[in-house]
Each structure stands twice: as C-alpha cells, then as structure tokens.
C-alpha cells in the first residue's frame, strides 16, 4: 500500500494516490486535498506523512475524493485539526461525504469535522 503525502504538482510514486484505494494528502494552492482510502490501514502512515507538510495556507482540507473511510479517518482529521489548532491555524474541513458526517454524529464529534 502506497500513502503520500505531497507538494502541488508531485507525481505518485508507483501509482500512489489517484489509484482510489492508497490515500493522501495533497499540498495544492488553496490548501490539502485527499484522495484515496482513509482507514485503520492506513491512517498511521497518513498521519505520520502529513507531519512533513506545512499546514494548508488558504486553511482548507477537502476530502470530497475520499473513497472509503472508517473512524480512523475521524482520528486523522481531529488530529489535523488539534495540530491547526496549537500552531494558530483555523483550519476547514470540506467536502465531508455523508457517511462520514453521520459517522462523526454517532461519535458526537461532527462539530469536529464541520
């Protein structure tokens, strides 16, 4: 499994993101994007390359090509937004996709993700 997390313009290495199943985070103009699978699989690695990004300057992740996610992917998005948060950057999370929005509802969490 391929997990990336890149500057705008990079090419995925061996498929990588944009294969619909790896995932990752995307550095584009206007902020993250993620494409790809964000699950208990692969939500360390995510995670962990994501670190090696500087937060997203126009302070927007969308999600909107997440493909499949579980409650691993609600981790991974609290985190960001707790890193966002201790380094003084609102941070927007959009392109929620309704799974995961009830997900966060049964969780109580959605106010998390908005």
């Given at each position: 499994?391929?997990?990336?997390?890149?500057?705008?313009?990079?090419?995925?290495?061996?498929?990588?993101v944009?294969?619909?199943?790896?995932?990752?985070?995307?550095a584009?103009?206007?902020?993250?994007?993620?494409?790809?699978?964000?699950?208990?699989?692969?939500?360390?690695?995510?995670?962990?390359?994501?670190?090696?990004?500087?937060?997203?300057?126009?302070?927007?992740?969308?999600?909107?090509?997440?493909?499949?996610?579980?409650?691993?992917?609600?981790?991974?998005?609290?985190?960001?937004?707790?890193?966002?948060?201790?380094?003084?950057?609102?941070?927007?999370?959009?392109?929620?996709?309704?799974?995961?929005?009830?997900?966060?509802?049964?969780?109580?969490?959605?106010?998390?993700?908005a």
């Amino acid at each position: 499994m391929s997990v990336a997390c890149r500057e705008a313009g990079a090419q995925p290495p061996d498929g990588g993101v944009g294969d619909g199943t790896a995932g990752g985070f995307i550095a584009t103009e206007t902020g993250w994007r993620y494409a790809g699978d964000l699950t208990f699989a692969n939500a360390a690695a995510v995670m962990q390359a994501s670190s090696a990004l500087p937060l997203p300057a126009g302070g927007t992740v969308d999600i909107g090509e997440l493909r499949h996610a579980d409650s691993a992917a609600l981790a991974v998005l609290i985190a960001l937004r707790r890193r966002a948060a201790s380094e003084g950057v609102a941070l927007a999370v959009v392109g929620v996709p309704q799974a995961l929005r009830s997900l966060a509802a049964v969780y109580g969490v959605d106010e998390l993700i908005a």
